[in-house]
């Protein structure tokens, strides 16, 4: 069983910084990538950013600059800060927990429960 429970979503305005956290537990030996992903209101869910677990990173163009990912090996757990937000930004945020080794040496994917973050003028 692998879990993960998301915090740090909430309402803010335009400029404003928010930081999200994913605290993933459970029968984990180790976990690849941890990720963020986002949507909104009648869209597809969208890669944000991902962070391996050797710290390579990738963004969406549209955070670049902005939102910075990272994570906590030892707590097996992935941040997302979030400055100078936009409008556009509002959406469920997601962690994903993609290749997680299990202690029985299977391979799971995981996405969490989701987030809301409200970015309003």
């Known amino acids: 069983q692998v879990h993960a429970v998301e915090s740090g979503g909430g309402l803010v305005q335009p400029g404003g910084s928010l930081r999200l956290s994913c605290a993933a537990s459970?029968?984990?030996?180790?976990?690849?990538?941890m990720g963020w992903y986002r949507q909104a209101p009648g869209k597809q869910r969208d890669m944000v950013a991902t962070?391996?677990?050797?710290?390579?990173?990738n963004y969406a163009d549209s955070v670049q600059g902005r939102f910075t990912i990272s994570r906590d090996n030892a707590k097996n757990t992935v941040y997302l800060q979030m400055n100078s937000l936009k409008p556009e930004d509002t959406a469920v945020y997601y962690c994903k927990l993609d290749r997680v080794l299990t202690i029985t040496w299977t391979w799971v994917n995981y996405w969490g429960q989701g987030t809301q973050v409200t970015v309003f003028s």
């Open positions: 459970g029968s984990i030996r180790t976990i690849t990538v």
């Open positions: 962070i391996t677990n050797d710290g390579t990173i």
